[in-house]
């Protein structure tokens, strides 16, 4: 069985969201960061999708469409594999609290919803060590999706899942995706000890359980950093991803 | 059915008969690719592994000649050459900064790539596709690096079963005087360098290679390729290659 940091002795601790897009996990996320940051502890924050080498292959991929739900896979899972070794692991084993948006988690729902076979996925992901702690930001379906499309943003092609032709329409398309990945998700919330957060909840609500409970079962005077460490300076929150997005590069889709 | 026509010439020539391939059943190794319809799979796979200096190329371009001469089409494969990401795993090599899982995975996005694009299609259509290395080559380079066995064949359970599977079998220190003879070096990576074996390419390379025998001979337990001795003269090893592939054609394999 997949063991948790903890399990394995690191001295660090991995502290994992997940959820549907629109679920607001990011900014819960950003916030636990910047609380944990004020209080001087060694904090390591790491986004799915985002290791500077794989990211030109996969922008490639999508843009082009080249991708097929193997491949999707496979690329997302290098990714990831670059961010474990090279960051994760290494940070860990210095005794870090490393938070991630999205873990394997969110390859287990979505390579699964493309058809991919689930124990193939998740044998690929079983070099990983599992987070200590899985927070999960349950949303109602209609209210994520709510939240995503007020803007009307141009969804992208693998995002809105066209690639499954759920749909013709991105829109309806993204509705069914979400909503099976949903379903994916709430199926392995026991399995994995997800912390379920309720997701319709103010925005301060659903951060007190998360601080609450991180504060009841970390030991964070243990995370502290030296005493010459200049604390980082506040960024502006993240930009919302999906009003950034550009249109498809195939208008033919639409 | 239609009679066959009459040609009046004065001298009757003869054409050779050219066989057309015996459809066989066709399997992926393990849990496959979503959505392919494997009957429709109706050419055939010819794999040539070996080392660098075996004299791989060398055989596949007698045996395009052979295939094509007798009415065969045919299409060539090799690794790292997906549009996908061919170019980023070039220059991760490089600069050599990708884990040993992360290098693997992006090896296998690059194979499954074009198993769906390349592949698969030709075989759709019937044509003889010629592999210049096979997921063995990538199996046995990641096994030699401390990978799971097991993981590997999950991973590598996306590729199809090919009809014939040939290893040129040289010695590392004849693989040494080829590789002289054709470039007056020694490839950092057949070398095996990133494992820090010895000091120097040439220690390095025998070490490697050797190595690299024995994983070969590891999977050949699970994989049962044909072994052929690759010390001999050119012609000889491919008169045994065409009468092994003969035999694909025509069905009487195994």
Same mark, same amino acid.
């Given at each position: 069985m997949l063991k948790t940091f903890a399990d394995l002795n690191f001295p660090g601790r991995l502290i994992a969201v997940e959820g549907l897009d629109g679920s607001g996990k990011s900014t819960q996320i950003y916030l636990l960061k910047r609380w944990l940051e004020n209080q001087g502890l060694k904090v390591y924050f790491s986004e799915w999708n985002s290791s500077e080498l794989v990211k030109a292959a996969t922008s490639k991929g999508k843009k082009r469409e080249l991708l097929s739900p193997t491949t999707f896979s496979l690329i997302h899972a290098t990714d990831f594999a670059d961010r474990y070794e090279r960051h994760l692991v290494p940070l860990l084993r210095a005794g870090y609290l490393v938070l991630c948006d999205r873990y394997v988690f969110t390859a287990y729902a979505r390579d699964v919803v493309r058809g991919c076979p689930p124990e193939w996925v998740r044998e690929i992901y079983s070099f990983a060590a599992l987070p200590d702690f899985t927070f999960f930001f349950k949303s109602n379906l209609e209210v994520s999706l709510q939240r995503i499309l007020d803007g009307r943003p141009q969804l992208k092609y693998f995002e809105a899942g066209m690639d499954l032709r759920l749909s013709t329409d991105p829109y309806e398309s993204f509705r069914i995706f979400q909503g099976r990945i949903l379903?994916?998700?709430?199926?392995?919330? !026991?399995?994995?000890?997800?912390?379920?957060?309720?997701? !319709?909840?103010?925005?301060?609500?659903? &951060?007190?359980?998360? *601080? %609450?409970?991180?504060?009841?079962?970390?030991?964070?005077? &243990?995370? $502290? *950093? %030296?005493?010459?460490?200049? =604390?980082?300076?506040?960024?502006?929150? *993240? =930009?919302? *991803?999906? $009003?950034? $997005?550009?249109?498809?590069e195939d208008q033919s889709v639409l | 059915m239609e009679r066959e026509a009459t040609i009046r010439r004065p001298k009757r020539v003869v054409t050779p008969r050219i066989v057309v391939p015996k459809k066989r059943p066709r399997r992926f190794y393990g849990h496959g690719i979503p959505g392919v319809e494997l009957q429709k799979l109706a050419g055939k796979l010819i794999v040539v592994e070996g080392a660098d200096g075996s004299g791989r190329s060398t055989q596949i371009a007698k045996l395009v000649d052979w295939l094509e001469a007798s009415g065969h089409a045919t299409v060539q494969v090799g690794l790292k050459r997906s549009t996908l990401v061919s170019e980023e795993l070039e220059k991760a090599q490089q600069g050599n900064i990708l884990s040993h899982t992360t290098l693997s995975l992006f090896y296998a996005t690059d194979f499954a790539d074009q198993m769906e694009n390349i592949i698969m299609p030709a075989l759709r259509a019937g044509f003889m596709v010629l592999a210049d290395r096979y997921i063995y080559t990538l199996m046995a380079r990641d096994l030699v690096r401390g990978m799971d066995e097991t993981w590997l064949k999950n991973l590598y359970g996306i590729a199809l079963i090919p009809d014939a599977v040939f290893y040129l079998n040289v010695a590392p220190e004849e693989l040494i005087q080829r590789n002289f003879a054709k470039n007056n070096a020694l490839d950092y990576w057949e070398s095996g360098m990133d494992l820090g074996l010895a000091p120097d390419l040439f220690d390095s390379f025998l070490k490697y290679q050797g190595m690299m025998l024995e994983a070969f001979k590891r999977l050949q337990s699970t994989y049962r390729f044909t072994m052929v001795d690759g010390h001999r003269g050119v012609d000889d090893i491919n008169a045994e290659l065409r009468s092994q592939i003969e035999h694909v054609l025509e069905g009487s394999n195994e």
């Open positions: 379903e994916q998700y709430l199926a392995m919330s !026991n399995e994995f000890n997800f912390l379920v957060i309720d997701a !319709n909840q103010p925005v301060e609500a659903q &951060q007190n359980v998360v *601080r %609450e409970l991180i504060t009841n079962s970390v030991d964070l005077a &243990q995370f $502290k *950093r %030296e005493e010459n460490y200049i =604390k980082p300076q506040a960024r502006p929150p *993240r =930009k919302d *991803r999906w $009003k950034e $997005k550009q249109p498809f | -």
